[in-house]
């Protein structure tokens, strides 16, 4: 029997889950890691955490289920974007890894709209301008600020093509993960020249692409060997998360949306053909499957509840801690006691800037209108509620585009709330599907690496037999007034 690894590299965890060929979960780990902020705005992150992460994370699936040295596997990865890692012409890591949500490039960003346009930078990356969190931006920050280190970088990498090279000795990268590096180019699938040369870098120093669904090579044997591994490891390509998520909920045709509540909020809506938004806010991506599309948004207003739950929740981590219970559901059970629109409590969540569809690199947090009468527990239901904005956010601007949402497939930690669900489906008035598999993101990743070495025909039909539907859950009218308010004071302050 061929085992299925789907590796999900996120930004503030790692999983790792192993499926049989029918989609069965045979065992799942994560290994949880922090996240370096030395200056405001900065984050990074040192890439043997990320390694060493995966390590652990295999040592606890070798405890869950036996692999024999013989065992096959094909492994695909689902990936974060954005994360930049420099190598020197040994393979090894320059600096740390700057983090997808790390702002520090603001003003290379500006530069490059003074020279290329954001009109040029939709048309060519299907990014809809120029940011700070692009990889474009942030190499444009290290020629200025850490010239040394530039000179010697010998590759610039994304996470996936960085585990891709410490797993097989290979470089490689996919479309949907290299969109929104803003030196793609979407609509001709390949390199962005005229970005490169301003830039001052080579394609050779990047990864060449491959197609998702497609295999790489065999695991290396000093590989296998540092991670317990035998040698019947075959790495495939997989993809950008969000993607990988979207195929793992099923959300493989036009019509369909998903979103992903983990340290991003993330929305996913696949397109048959590229549709560029005339208003120019939807970023458009590569999607997974040949010849596809996505309309794909994300902001980092995600890990805001982790964040609250980190700073102050220490009685609920506790609790977890010795086996009493989980954080995250002791929060969810507060929250269902605080009444919808949380009393007038508003909260923005942009902690490290906002994207798509209203973009601003300089975006706070934000509390707004709390009194005496409010409790720790109202804090918890605005950020839940600010979520539900933002995903109400996203639906309006696909709307404005002529794409319409009938409902949502939900997948990530915050699906896992029911009652974050339900007030998902009221804030947004359409229908949530939450699904059975718990990994979504690593799921696809395995149906992915599934196609590649011939488990399935296609992942149409990998998903259509191994994505069940849990629950449905529909929106209620009854908290239209409160809600409609609660989202008329976001976009007011937002916009302040």
């Known amino acids: ?13 790692m999983k790792i889950a192993l499926f049989d060929e029918t989609g069965n979960i045979l065992a799942v780990s994560t290994q949880e890691y922090d996240l370096l902020t030395p200056l405001t705005n900065y984050v990074e992150e040192a890439p043997e955490v990320y390694w060493n992460a995966f390590k652990m994370g295999l040592n606890d699936l070798k405890k869950q ?19 930049l890692f420099v190598l020197d012409k040994e ?17 290379e960003a500006k530069e490059l709209k003074r020279v290329f346009g954001d009109a040029a930078c939709y048309r060519k990356t299907g990014q809809v301008s120029f940011e700070a969190c692009w990889p474009a931006s942030k190499l444009l920050w290290l020629k200025r600020h850490e010239p040394a280190i530039f000179e010697q970088a010998n590759k610039f990498l994304l996470i996936e093509d960085y585990f891709i090279y ?54 290396l044997p000093e590989a296998a060997e540092e991670l317990g591994l035998g040698k019947e490891v075959t790495v495939c390509m997989g ?20 979103e992903t509540i983990g340290a991003a909020l993330a929305v996913c809506a696949p397109v048959n053909n590229p549709v560029f938004d005339p208003s120019g806010k939807m970023p458009l991506f590569c999607f997974p499957l040949k010849g596809m599309y996505m ?54 969540p942009h902690l490290a800037g906002s994207l798509a569809p209203d973009v601003n690199a300089r975006a706070k947090g934000v509390w707004f209108g709390f009194t005496l ?18 995903l109400k956010r996203n639906i309006e601007a696909l709307r404005d585009m002529g794409i319409e949402v009938k409902e949502v497939r939900s997948l990530g930690g915050g699906s896992k709330s029911r009652v974050w669900s339900q007030i998902k489906a009221d804030i947004s008035q ?67």
């Open 91 to 107: 393979g090894r890591p320059l600096r740390n890894a700057i983090v997808w949500m790390d702002n520090r490039a603001v003003e």
């Open 373 to 390: 009468q409010h409790t720790r527990a109202h804090f918890m239901r605005a950020i839940m509620e600010s979520l539900g904005y933002i």
């Open 65 to 83: 289920y036996k692999m024999a040295a013989d065992t096959q596997i094909a492994l695909a990865m689902s990936a974060q974007g954005e994360t």
């Open 295 to 348: 309309i794909h948004t994300f902001t980092n207003g995600g890990m805001t509840l982790r964040w609250f739950r980190d700073q102050f929740c220490d009685l609920e981590m506790l609790y977890e801690k010795n086996g009493w219970g989980d954080a995250y559901e002791m929060i969810s059970r507060q929250v269902k006691q605080v009444p919808p629109g949380s009393d007038g409590l508003v909260m923005l």
């Open 1 to 13: 029997m061929r085992i299925l690894m789907g590796l999900d590299l996120g930004t503030t965890a």
């Open 430 to 496: 359409v229908t949530l599907e939450t699904v059975k598999s718990r990994e979504a993101a690593s799921l696809g990743a395995a149906i992915l690496a599934g196609v590649a070495v011939g488990s399935f025909e296609s992942v149409e039909s990998a998903a259509d037999s191994m994505v069940e539907v849990k629950e449905r859950i529909s929106p209620s009218r009854e908290n239209i007034k409160e809600y409609g308010a609660g989202y008329a004071m976001y976009k007011k302050l937002f916009w302040i």
């Open 166 to 219: 410490r797993l097989t000795g290979k470089y490689a990268t996919e479309p949907s993960l290299v969109c929104s590096s803003t030196y793609w180019d979407i609509t001709n699938r390949v390199y962005w020249k005229e970005m490169l040369q301003y830039l001052g870098i080579s394609e050779e120093q990047l990864a060449p692409v491959k197609e998702s669904g497609t295999v790489i090579g065999k695991i």
């Open 239 to 258: 993809a950008l998360d969000q993607a990988a998520g979207a195929i793992g909920a099923g959300n493989i045709r036009e019509g369909m949306f998903s």
